[in-house]
C-alpha cells in the first residue's frame, strides 16, 4: 500500500513539473488605459478628476448647453457627467488626462473626449471631439504621443489622426470609407 501510494505521489511529481509545456514570456501590463470607447461604462482605469480640469470643463460650450437644461440650474457641471484616466502624453513624470463624457453627455453613437496636458501652471486643455473610440498611440510627433479618433455610422467610417503642434494637437489625417 505504502509503495502504491510512493509511486502514485512520484507519477503526480513527474506529470507537474513534464506538463508544464514551455516557459512562456510574460508581457509587462501597461499602467494606463490608452483605448477608450463611448461604449464603456466610464473608463477602465478612472482617476479623480482634477479641480482645474473640472472648472475649464465647466468652460466648455458643449457642457454650458448640457447646464442649461438642468432643473435647477446649477452653473456647475456635476462630476457625475464625466471619468478621467491618467496618460502621459510626452514624459513618464507628467500625468495627463482622457477626461470622458458620461450621462447626459452621451450622444447616439459618440461621446466627447477632452485630452488635458499637465503644464508647470496646472492642466490645459489640448483636444476636445466627439468620437466614438480615441487611442492613445505608441509613436510619437515632435516627443507627445499620437491620438486617432474613430466613430462609424450605417454608411461610413470615419478617423482622424492628431498630432502634436507644440501648443496643442490638430488633424494630421483624416480619412473615410463606405462601410
Known amino acids: 500500500m505504502i509503495r502504491i501510494r510512493s509511486l502514485a505521489i512520484l507519477l503526480l511529481m513527474v506529470l507537474s513539473v513534464c506538463g508544464r509545456?514551455?516557459?512562456?514570456?510574460?508581457?509587462?501590463?501597461?499602467?494606463?488605459?490608452?483605448?477608450?470607447?463611448?461604449?464603456?461604462?466610464?473608463?477602465?482605469?478612472?482617476?479623480?478628476?482634477?479641480?482645474?480640469?473640472?472648472?475649464?470643463?465647466?468652460?466648455?460650450?458643449?457642457?454650458?448647453?448640457a447646464l442649461e437644461d438642468e432643473m435647477p440650474p446649477t452653473g456647475k457641471p456635476p462630476r457625475s457627467w464625466f471619468s478621467a484616466s491618467a496618460v502621459h502624453l510626452s514624459s513618464p513624470d507628467k500625468i495627463d488626462f482622457v477626461v470622458v463624457?458620461?450621462?447626459?453627455?452621451?450622444?447616439?453613437?459618440?461621446?466627447?473626449?477632452?485630452?488635458f496636458r499637465a503644464t508647470p501652471h496646472g492642466h490645459e486643455l489640448v483636444l476636445t471631439a466627439p468620437a466614438h473610440d480615441l487611442i492613445v498611440m505608441n509613436t510619437r510627433w515632435r516627443g507627445y504621443r499620437e491620438i486617432e479618433m474613430s466613430a462609424e455610422t450605417a454608411v461610413k467610417f470615419s478617423s482622424v489622426l492628431f498630432r502634436w503642434n507644440g501648443r496643442k494637437y490638430v488633424a494630421f489625417r483624416e480619412k473615410s470609407e463606405p462601410m
Open 21 to 65: 509545456g514551455p516557459a512562456q514570456a510574460k508581457r509587462p501590463i501597461d499602467p494606463e488605459q490608452r483605448q477608450f470607447s463611448a461604449e464603456d461604462e466610464g473608463v477602465k482605469k478612472p482617476v479623480a478628476i482634477p479641480d482645474d480640469v473640472l472648472a475649464i470643463l465647466g468652460k466648455d460650450e458643449f457642457v454650458r448647453d
Open 101 to 115: 463624457g458620461e450621462g447626459k453627455l452621451l450622444g447616439a453613437n459618440v461621446t466627447t473626449f477632452w485630452i
